[in-house]
């Protein structure tokens, strides 16, 4: 029996089995399948399928299943009348269900107290055995009771369940809670294309100096800024590093000054992951010619500094191997590039019949074309040295064969 008709047959005598269920928790598989035996002592060789016998759950992966039954269904009892349930109330409950977990293990813990800061660390250390029902809720919770601090300690960790993300950004970007939105583009990898319409549109119209909850976000381009400045300088790291280290200081220095909070949360759109080309198009496409001369004037910017500083350049390997992590989040100029070709694209219309924009694009031009020509020398510069090479590689095999 060929490979396919086993897959075939397998598929129509078994009905399809799903991750939904009791089970939502990533389950020990490795012991089970150890205690696997075969359904028959002699099974014939031709067959690719080997039935087995013996799959039961470990009763430590049903005892941590029943805890979040249960846990969920209290905490459901409680958000039924939210005027009377508090922070309090919430974290009491969490604690007393984190420990059971922990019991279940052997290991005891001790709070220190019932605040957003403790309870960040609870989630960090046991978020993995939260089933997928009981993250759902505990998410629900934590922006029902404005527990901010514990909502960015589940996205960071990733521990946002795809099918919420969807109602959460939207919600945020209602509750005008923009960290907690620079931290989905940050560290969720899996934004809806909707999603992210509604981020970009949010962050073009954010004020001019953002908002009280968006203070870390210069803190960390600062830090960071800082960090590898103190890098460049600190021999101790070696030459090659420290002049890494000296690169992404520059790219940092960048990314950070003359730019506004908003604007620096449209670094990390425009870095993320999460946005290719087809993705930044249909972004691009519903803006509004407000939010349209918002984003020129951003890319402008970005454009006259990587004409100013041409030595500047994308610095990926700092963030592994020096810790600068907003390296990541520094629009390259092929970026910024391509979002001013997307956005001529998508309003060409728009930016020819109205006068507004015409100022703004004769400035673009200049740049542009400065940019171009620039590129054009370095062309040269790198076919001739190309061209230098392979005769210097030709001069030396003659040499050698004389």
């Given at each position: 029996?060929?490979?396919?008709?086993?897959?075939?047959?397998?598929?129509?005598?078994?009905?399809?089995?799903?991750?939904?269920?009791?089970?939502?928790?990533?389950?020990?598989?490795?012991?089970?399948?150890?205690?696997?035996?075969?359904?028959?002592?002699?099974?014939?060789?031709?067959?690719?399928?080997?039935?087995?016998?013996?799959?039961?759950?470990?009763?430590?992966?049903?005892?941590?299943?029943?805890?979040?039954?249960?846990?969920?269904?209290?905490?459901?009892?409680?958000?039924?009348?939210?005027?009377?349930?508090?922070?309090?109330?919430?974290?009491?409950?969490?604690v007393a269900y984190v420990a059971e977990?922990?019991?279940?293990?052997?290991?005891?813990?001790?709070?220190?107290?019932?605040?957003?800061?403790?309870?960040?660390?609870?989630?960090?250390?046991?978020?993995?055995?939260?089933?997928?029902?009981?993250?759902?809720?505990?998410?629900?919770?934590?922006?029902?009771?404005?527990?901010?601090?514990?909502?960015?300690?589940?996205?960071?960790?990733?521990?946002?369940?795809?099918?919420?993300?969807?109602?959460?950004?939207?919600?945020?970007?209602?509750?005008?809670?923009?960290?907690?939105?620079?931290?989905?583009?940050?560290?969720?990898?899996?934004?809806?294309?909707?999603?992210?319409?509604?981020?970009?549109?949010?962050?073009?119209?954010?004020?001019?100096?953002?908002?009280?909850?968006?203070?870390?976000?210069?803190?960390?381009?600062?830090?960071?800024?800082?960090?590898?400045?103190?890098?460049?300088?600190?021999?101790?790291?070696?030459?090659?590093?420290?002049?890494?280290?000296?690169?992404?200081?520059?790219?940092?220095?960048?990314?950070?000054?003359?730019?506004?909070?908003?604007?620096?949360?449209?670094?990390?759109?425009?870095?993320?992951?999460?946005?290719?080309?087809?993705?930044?198009?249909?972004?691009?496409?519903?803006?509004?010619?407000?939010?349209?001369?918002?984003?020129?004037?951003?890319?402008?910017?970005?454009?006259?500094?990587?004409?100013?500083?041409?030595?500047?350049?994308?610095?990926?390997?700092?963030?592994?191997?020096?810790?600068?992590?907003?390296?990541?989040?520094?629009?390259?100029?092929?970026?910024?590039?391509?979002?001013?070709?997307?956005?001529?694209?998508?309003?060409?219309?728009?930016?020819?019949?109205?006068?507004?924009?015409?100022?703004?694009?004769?400035?673009?031009?200049?740049?542009?074309?400065?940019?171009?020509?620039?590129?054009?020398v370095c062309g040269i510069m790198s076919?001739?040295?190309?061209?230098?090479?392979?005769?210097?590689?030709?001069?030396?095999?003659?040499?050698?064969?004389?």
């Amino acid at each position: 029996m060929s490979l396919l008709e086993v897959i075939t047959k397998a598929s129509t005598e078994h009905s399809p089995t799903t991750s939904e269920g009791n089970y939502s928790i990533v389950l020990s598989g490795e012991p089970v399948l150890l205690q696997l035996k075969p359904e028959k002592e002699e099974e014939d060789g031709v067959s690719l399928v080997k039935r087995g016998t013996g799959w039961r759950i470990l009763s430590t992966d049903v005892e941590l299943i029943e805890l979040g039954q249960n846990f969920i269904k209290k905490l459901k009892r409680k958000m039924k009348n939210p005027n009377t349930f508090n922070k309090d109330e919430f974290f009491g409950m969490f604690v007393a269900y984190v420990a059971e977990i922990w019991e279940k293990f052997g290991v005891s813990i001790h709070v220190d107290g019932l605040d957003d800061g403790n309870i960040v660390k609870l989630t960090e250390k046991v978020g993995n055995f939260m089933g997928r029902d009981v993250k759902g809720l505990v998410l629900e919770a934590c922006f029902v009771l404005e527990s901010w601090e514990v909502l960015g300690s589940l996205i960071v960790n990733g521990l946002v369940e795809h099918s919420c993300l969807s109602n959460l950004i939207n919600n945020l970007i209602e509750k005008k809670q923009s960290w907690l939105v620079v931290l989905c583009v940050k560290h969720v990898l899996d934004i809806q294309t909707y999603d992210m319409i509604c981020v970009l549109k949010y962050f073009l119209s954010l004020p001019k100096n953002g908002d009280s909850s968006l203070t870390f976000v210069r803190k960390e381009w600062e830090s960071q800024a800082m960090s590898a400045i103190d890098k460049a300088m600190d021999t101790s790291l070696g030459p090659d590093r420290m002049s890494l280290a000296r690169d992404a200081s520059f790219l940092l220095m960048l990314a950070h000054d003359g730019f506004s909070v908003y604007e620096m949360c449209l670094h990390y759109f425009l870095a993320s992951r999460n946005v290719d080309e087809v993705i930044l198009g249909a972004c691009i496409s519903k803006l509004t010619g407000s939010e349209i001369m918002v984003l020129i004037r951003y890319l402008q910017k970005w454009l006259n500094k990587y004409e100013r500083f041409p030595q500047v350049c994308p610095c990926p390997k700092a963030s592994f191997e020096l810790g600068l992590k907003a390296c990541e989040w520094a629009p390259s100029l092929e970026d910024v590039v391509k979002c001013l070709g997307l956005v001529v694209d998508e309003h060409f219309s728009s930016l020819v019949l109205h006068q507004e924009f015409h100022e703004e694009l004769k400035s673009l031009d200049e740049v542009v074309n400065s940019l171009t020509a620039e590129a054009k020398v370095c062309g040269i510069m790198s076919n001739l040295t190309e061209a230098l090479k392979k005769q210097t590689q030709r001069v030396v095999g003659d040499a050698a064969y004389e």
